[in-house]
């Protein structure tokens, strides 16, 4: 390595340099004195502190991977939900305590900084959640690699409760300007749009294709640095966002019109302004398709221009690179690879496909027919004319090679076919994906059992070999070590450290189990989680709850197969059964149900449902009768940031979607491993949690995916539950009678409940006397604490198979170095 290239900052800290680095950036990143400085000051100065730190080990990882040369994973995402950066850079520098320290002596709080940061909301889900895990097991497994994505000026919007119902605001995370981005205008890249197509010939006379976009927008990259933890890797996320082409502006500005030459800048600008909050039903937007081919054009285009050597040959692409294509997003990658090099490169089309087929893999994330993205060929063919072309010629050769497989069998191709024929002409991106990966993965055993013997299960025939699973995982960083400290200082007594990175070392907690004072001091834990989330949300969103009442939670996207509705039911069958007189007060456990939920704004059921869970909250907690026993808290806009404090609190988590739907959930892995008890349907990791923690300390229930199908094959009449249980039947009608909205019986009310006695689309009524044979089950096992403490210690134990580093050497044996 040659240090003269080495920047001068500081390669280790101690308090006092800390101290002055610090102060530095107060005066001379901010300008401002330290009497002077706001909150924010002190927060960005702090923030530049840890970079400029991380920025050392940046550049010594880009010069080692220069000089190595080594084969690398690009993670292409249009999601990357980051959650805040502050102390998580902390934490994975080992910086904490001197910050800590430096600050304490300058009189400054550290938490109350890390507490202004506004996190990077750059995801919906679970996708964007794994992704930003994924990246952070990455560099923590040192392996040479780098996120591309979109840098959203908006991310998912902001949630606020307005008369129980969801109202979105936007979410202007760079209000006050984000010190972890990096932006290099300088290595910006032209991606163009529309047009047209057109032959040519050379000299030789060989026949080429040509496409002249009619209009440009430019991606500007913004680096964000990834460290791994205390390893000294710090790799890259890079993260595109959009402006107008100079070019453009010039040209219309010089014609006169000032007007549209601001309009088309606007237009081109909106391509990185928002993250689309729907995430499961695809809208088929136009813009929606533009960011998609904006990042991965720039990303594609960077990758082979940038980071690869100048003279590099393509025909060895595959042995230096894997793009790995998060769900089906970034999936017009593939005609973009082939266009670059056939169409700017002058290569055969079987040497292009040969190359693209090697170095694409890709991730399938759910199950649901309707979020399999498709674009319809109109749409596709307007925005990006060359690319249909390509994909159409895929289409042909593929089908040819189904022919030959399988003469004569006409449906099998029609099934097959890229293009679908109906409701409209369509290209279906996760059939494109799957004939041009090398590798295509399920996310839990589950789901890549299921996607090969139903969603794909023609291609599965055809293509056995390109079909594995890698179940998800967490990061224990971000979900453990820096959000519930009190639990990672226990475990590191009893165990020593190490399993941080090893989490499989968890299992040395297992005889722990047995030994009463760990019990008392893992309840401890627990009960200062508790009283720590009881204060964020008095605070946060004035809502009251006693720190000693079980913390039963349920937090995920709103979705009807994920089945709010079925808690929601259980919750109402208990105030139900209180109210009439048939469950003693004495009788009921203590209980904080949380939810935490956005539903996309379009969604009406999904929103519908959260008004209804919000009145029936009102009603329950407003009644004095329950004394307290019960309580609903749905804190609003649940996020990364208030995950963290409610994971460590949760005794029991909820992971109760129709089996067969859920493709693997990550939040269940979580709570597994902040010793929460699941809940839980045998759907996606789920029965992989069952399996390892075992039966005795895991509540399931409800019907398995090949009950589902076989009574959605012999006819399910929701109807018929409603009129034969009871409980359930006086829930439904309680709800329906407006007891919970004042005595209106109209809007939600009525369609919420008629929709689930008429139809019950993912069988929640089906479910619901297991269900609640099941909270049975949980409540007599919470009345022994001991028995439940030690089934909570035993899910910790037991659960260090689902980090994420774990995740990533599956990927590594399995589709990277395949
Ligand atoms: C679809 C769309 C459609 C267009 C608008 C934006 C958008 C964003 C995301 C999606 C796909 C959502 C799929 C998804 O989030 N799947 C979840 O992935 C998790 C990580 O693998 C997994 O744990 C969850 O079970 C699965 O639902």
Known sequence: MNDTTAPSAAREHTVESFTREFLREVNFGQGVDLDRASTNDKYLALARTVRAYLTTRWLETLRTQRREQKKAVAYMSAEFLLGRQLENNLLAT??????????????????????????????????????????????????????????YEYGIFRQRFEDGRQVEEPDEWLRLGSPWEMPHPENAVKVGFGGRVEAWKDESGRAHRRWSPDWHVTGVPYNYMVPGYRNGRVNTLRLWS????????????????????????????????????????????????????FFVACSLRDFVEKVLPEDFDLHRLPERITFQ??????????????????????????????????????????????????????????LLPRHLEIIYRINEEFLEQVREAFPGDMLRERHMSIIAEEPVRSVRMAYLATVAGAKVNGVAELHSQLLRDKVLSDFAEMFPHKFTNVTNGVTPRRFMALSNPRLSALITEAIGEGWVTDLERLRELEPLADDAEFRRRFREVKSHNRARFAGVIAERDGIEISPDAMVDAMVKRLHEYKRQSLKLLHIVSLYERITSGALPLADVTPRTFVFGAKAAPGYVRAKETIALINAVGRTINADASLEGRLKVAFPANYNVTLAETLIPAADLSEQISQAGKEAS????????????????????????????????????????????SDLQASGYRSA??????????????????????????????????ASLIERDRFMALADFRAYVDAQERVEAHWADQEAWTRSAVLNVARSGYFSSDRSIRDYLARIWNA
């Open 665 to 708: 959930g990550t939040g269940n892995m979580k709570f597994a491993l902040n010793g929460a008890l699941t809940v839980g349907t045998d759907d996606g990791a789920n029965v992989e949690i069952r399996q390892l923690v075992g039966d005795d300390h895991f509540f399931l229930f409800g019907m398995d995916e090949p009950a589902v």
């Open 325 to 382: 294509l998060n769900d089906t997003h970034p999936v017009i990658a593939v005609p973009e690879l082939m266009r670059l090099l056939i169409d700017e490169r002058g290569w055969e089309w079987a040497d292009a496909w040969a190359v693209t087929q090697k170095v694409f893999a890709y991730t399938c994330h759910t199950l649901l027919p309707e979020a399999l993205e498709v674009w319809p060929v109109d749409l596709l063919g307007r």
């Open 242 to 293: 959009a402006r107008a082409t100079q070019a453009f502006d010039l040209a219309i500005f010089n014609a006169g019109d000032y007007t549209d030459a601001v309009r088309a800048q606007t237009q081109a600008e909106n391509i990185s302004k928002v993250l689309y909050p729907e995430d499961s039903t695809p809208q088929g937007k136009e813009l929606r398709l533009q960011q998609q081919y």
């Open 720 to 753: 018929s539950y409603y009129e034969q249980d009871k409980d359930l039947r006086a829930a439904l009608d309680m709800i329906a009678s407006g007891a919970f909205t004042g005595g209106d019986r109209g809007s939600f009310v009525s369609s919420i409940t």
């Open 94 to 151: 080992d910086l904490g305590e001197i910050a800590r320290d430096s600050l304490d002596l300058l009189g400054i709080d550290l938490v109350e900084l890390c507490n202004t940061e506004i996190e990077p909301g750059l995801g919906n889900g679970g996708l964007g959640r794994l992704a930003a895990c994924f990246v952070d097991s990455l560099a923590t497994e040192n392996v040479p690699s780098i996120g591309y994505g979109i840098r």
